[in-house]
């Protein structure tokens, strides 16, 4: 079956600081995985995806993750946080079964501190 | 801004009533899911629907039931209210079966219901 777990339930960093927000994967067949963001009283937003074409991932805002079947991790990297970063994010992997179901980490939340 | 909207945005019930959840899906997306997000966890998926059929379903018990509409919207029914129900209901759109290719799902800002 698959999973993921975050590895971290908060991270706190500084404005201009890089961003590190880790999660591993567990999956019987190469998996596609996912980084959705949850910004307070919004509703769930797609930051990036990976599924089994380049390792390094570009998504939105800055944001980037790096596919490593070595490792089974998939973490979410910014080279600089913004005030605005600050948020819930979720590594999630998709699951079996044929239809879109979606297996959720239990989330990190980033506070980002001027 | 997603274009998928929930109705109501907050809720209080009691013990054993029955409540109903409604969603209205991105314009041109034909599949609709909802999850389940208890406070301070990750979404659970509670099943998805497909051209008016359910296709999917996660690990909730049958009072947990839906309805897709031919406009593609949808209802979540729980009946028989627990106090575990408690928690934010999230409704995702996604266009046909192509959504299981990208993975993007279109959440609204979702339901959150209170059972006391």
């Known amino acids: 079956a698959q999973s993921v777990t975050q590895l971290d339930s908060h991270v706190s960093v500084s404005e201009g600081t890089p961003v590190l927000l880790r999660c591993n994967y567990s999956?019987?067949?190469?998996?596609?995985l996912f980084w959705y963001v949850q910004h307070p009283n919004k509703g769930l937003q797609l930051l990036l995806k990976?599924?089994?074409?380049?390792?390094l991932v570009k998504g939105i805002n800055g944001f980037e993750a790096e596919f490593k079947k070595s490792e089974t991790s998939f973490h979410l990297t910014k080279p600089s946080a913004h005030m605005s970063d600050a948020a819930e994010y979720f590594c999630?992997?998709?699951?079996?079964?044929?239809?879109?179901?979606?297996?959720f980490g239990a989330g990190t939340r980033l506070a980002v501190h001027p | 801004e997603t274009g998928v909207t929930q109705s109501p945005t907050h809720l209080i019930k009691t013990r054993g009533q029955q409540v109903t959840l409604r969603c209205s899906s991105q314009?041109?997306?034909?599949?609709v899911s909802w999850y389940q997000q208890a406070l301070g966890q990750g979404p659970q998926f509670i099943f998805q629907?497909?051209?008016?059929?359910?296709?999917g379903r996660g690990n909730f018990p049958p009072r947990f039931s839906g309805l897709q509409f031919p406009n593609y919207s949808s209802e979540l029914n729980v009946n028989a209210l627990e106090l575990d129900d408690s928690a934010l209901y999230l409704c995702?759109?996604?266009?046909?079966?192509?959504?299981?290719?990208?993975?993007?799902?279109?959440f609204g800002e979702g339901s959150r219901l209170t059972v006391l």
């Open positions: 999630v992997v998709r699951g079996s079964g044929g239809y879109n179901k979606l297996i």
């Open positions: 629907y497909y051209r008016e059929e359910e296709n």
């Open positions: 990976y599924t089994s074409a380049a390792t």
């Open positions: 995702a759109s996604s266009l046909g079966l192509a959504g299981r290719d990208t993975g993007e799902l279109f």
């Open positions: 999956s019987s067949y190469s998996p596609s």
């Open positions: 314009s041109g997306h034909n599949t």
